[in-house]
């Protein structure tokens, strides 16, 4: 089993940075693949960045060149660095972890972007 904790949420002016990481524990060998979601009001969740087990990333069109996703191994944390924010980023920030077999979610963090 591997747990997640997100952190780094909140409220923040329309050009605007925030970090937010997530914390894993458990069976952490086990994962491929770590991945930020959000999921806006009534809206469906959607993959915001991704980041292997090789170190290889990915990002929805709407966040590159703006969202960055990394990992410090020695600290079992992945980031999601968020520049350049626009109302439109806000949403619930969820990590997620996949493994062959099951993926692991954490709770969320909320981000709002308004002035």
């Known amino acids: 089993q591997v747990q997640l904790v997100e952190s780094g949420g909140g409220l923040v002016q329309p050009g605007g940075s925030l970090r937010l990481s997530c914390a894993t524990t458990?069976?952490?060998?086990?994962?491929?693949?770590m991945g930020w979601y959000r999921q806006a009001p009534e809206k469906q969740r959607e993959l915001v960045a991704s980041i292997t087990s090789g170190g290889s990333t990915s990002y929805a069109d709407s966040v590159k060149g703006r969202f960055a996703i990394s990992r410090v191994l020695a600290k079992n944390t992945v980031y999601l660095q968020m520049n350049s924010l626009k109302p439109e980023d806000t949403a619930v920030y969820f990590c997620n972890a996949k493994m062959t077999t099951r993926e692991s979610w954490g709770k969320g963090t909320r981000v709002t972007v308004s002035s």
């Open positions: 458990g069976n952490i060998f086990s994962i491929y693949v």
